[in-house]
């Protein structure tokens, strides 16, 4: 059974850090590609990383560039999402979706992340 699950979700001042993590269970992570996609209050899913199968190959959305980074753990067959310099406007419910043949076909319950002093 297949199963995505985050976690690290917090309220954080501007500027500040996180580490949400997805735990994967079911399947192997690094053999599919994974995706980070967000909610922010009214807007509708934003794609913000990804992670190629088998590989390192990793693609950001221009608006986390060079502040979020993507990766794996495959020893514990989790992904991650390392986040610096967080703003305001990345303020969203956080969801790890699974890359299937033509679709996302497995996705977390989300996690929150606030960004408020």
């Known amino acids: 059974q297949v199963q995505l699950v985050e976690s690290g979700g917090v309220l954080v001042q501007p500027g500040g850090s996180l580490r949400l993590s997805c735990a994967a269970s079911?399947?192997?992570?690094?053999?599919?590609?994974m995706f980070w996609v967000r909610q922010a209050p009214g807007k509708g899913l934003e794609w913000i990383s990804s992670?190629?199968?088998?590989?390192?190959?990793?693609h950001h959305a221009d608006a986390v560039k060079g502040r979020f980074a993507i990766s794996r753990d495959n020893a514990d067959n989790t992904l991650l999402l390392q986040m610096n310099r967080l703003q305001s406007e990345d303020t969203a419910v956080y969801y790890c979706?699974?890359?299937?043949?033509?679709?996302?076909?497995?996705w977390g319950q989300g996690t929150q992340v606030t960004v408020s002093s």
């Open positions: 979706a699974r890359g299937g043949n033509t679709h996302l076909d497995y």
């Open positions: 079911g399947f192997t992570l690094r053999t599919y590609g």
């Open positions: 992670i190629s199968a088998e590989s390192e190959t990793t």
